[in-house]
């Protein structure tokens, strides 16, 4: 038996209900469930990885080794999550999270002098090929699935700028499912950007509803596991690195800014990069709508 170190509140009360589903897709670090109720994603992560929306965090450093397949049942039974009699996970063990946005500041001093580092580490430090440009792209392919990523998030910012409302929606889904990665480019740029929208107090805070009204068309068009993290997006509920990540460019110091940038630019291969700069380009909207 495996016990389970800490976990998302909403996750945690999918489980004390009468909760079942199947394997959807298994990875070192990480497994991924459907619900059956719901067709919703959760996953279990291993103690490498840090909290995070519809996530339970169990006391293994790998997957590796448990022999679980795609369409094993999952079920839960007497405080017990069971993945076939592959994995048995003990529930009450766990602490509960739920990510908290951080408030926008009403003065942005520290902000504007955090983003010129935070934006000098990315250009170092980022990594190409997704919304950060490749200076010596592989392919074709790649080439103008930048141009179009630039081109896209561009437009998508200025709609912001300039407070037009109508196309925020049609932009916003342009960039679905558009570029490398599991999850896709796009949609990590927008995991970034709905986020800070969601800050209390974001003089972006009017995008809220056209956010939602975003995740009702754009399922078909992205995978499955990233359309969940899209959608708890906008809601603000993000990774407990991005949170923290948020707050220290919001009030801390530029050492803290870049430790906690560190922590996102580790997200999968090209995600951390593409989610640090809808970050970005969020924050650079606040600064330049709130005066």
């Known amino acids: 038996m495996i016990h389970a170190k800490l976990g998302?509140?909403?996750?945690?009360?999918?489980?004390?209900?009468?909760?079942?589903?199947?394997?959807?897709?298994?990875?070192?670090?990480?497994?991924?469930i459907r619900s059956d109720g719901n067709d919703e994603i959760f996953t279990l992560a291993t103690k490498a990885m840090d909290r995070a929306?519809?996530?339970l965090v169990i006391d293994l450093d790998t997957l590796d080794h448990l022999g679980i397949q795609q369409h094993d049942r999952v079920s839960v039974r007497h405080n017990q999550l069971l993945i076939e009699e592959k994995l048995i996970i003990a529930i009450p063990t766990a602490s509960r999270w739920q990510c908290q946005l951080p408030i926008y500041p009403a003065?942005?001093?520290?902000?504007?002098?955090?983003?010129?580092?935070?934006?000098?580490?990315?250009?170092?430090?980022?990594?190409?090929?997704g919304i950060k440009r490749n200076d010596s792209p592989v392919s074709e392919f790649e080439a103008e699935t930048s141009r179009l990523l630039q081109q896209r998030t561009t437009l998508l910012y200025e709609?912001?700028?300039?407070?037009?409302?109508d196309r925020f929606q049609a932009y916003a889904a342009d960039l679905v499912g558009l570029g490398p990665g599991l999850t896709p480019s796009g949609d990590d740029f927008l995991v970034g950007l709905f986020a800070i929208i969601h800050l209390q107090n974001s003089p972006c805070s009017m995008y809220k509803p056209l956010c939602e009204s975003v995740?009702?068309?754009?399922?078909?068009?992205?995978?499955?596991?990233s359309f969940t993290t899209l959608k708890k997006a906008t809601y603000g509920q993000v990774r407990e690195s991005i949170c923290s990540f948020i707050h220290a460019i919001l009030y801390g110091t530029e050492v803290e800014s870049i430790e906690a940038l560190r922590k996102v630019l580790a997200i999968g291969s090209?995600?951390?990069?593409?989610?640090?700069?809808?970050l970005i380009s969020g924050l650079?909207?606040?600064?330049?709508l709130g005066g």
Not at 13 to 30: E, L, R
Not at 108 to 127: A, E, P, S, Y
Not at 215 to 225: R, S
């Open 8 to 32: 998302d509140d909403y996750f945690l009360q999918q489980i004390v209900a009468t909760f079942t589903g199947t394997v959807h897709s298994v990875f070192k670090h990480a497994l991924n």
């Open 107 to 129: 003065n942005c001093t520290r902000l504007k002098m955090n983003m010129i580092r935070v934006k000098q580490f990315i250009d170092l430090h980022g990594k190409g090929g």
């Open 270 to 278: 090209s995600s951390g990069t593409d989610i640090a700069l809808g």
């Open 53 to 55: 929306p519809n996530t």
């Open 215 to 225: 995740i009702k068309v754009i399922q078909p068009l992205t995978n499955e596991i």
């Open 284 to 288: 650079e909207a606040n600064i330049k």
């Open 159 to 165: 709609e912001i700028l300039n407070q037009r409302l």
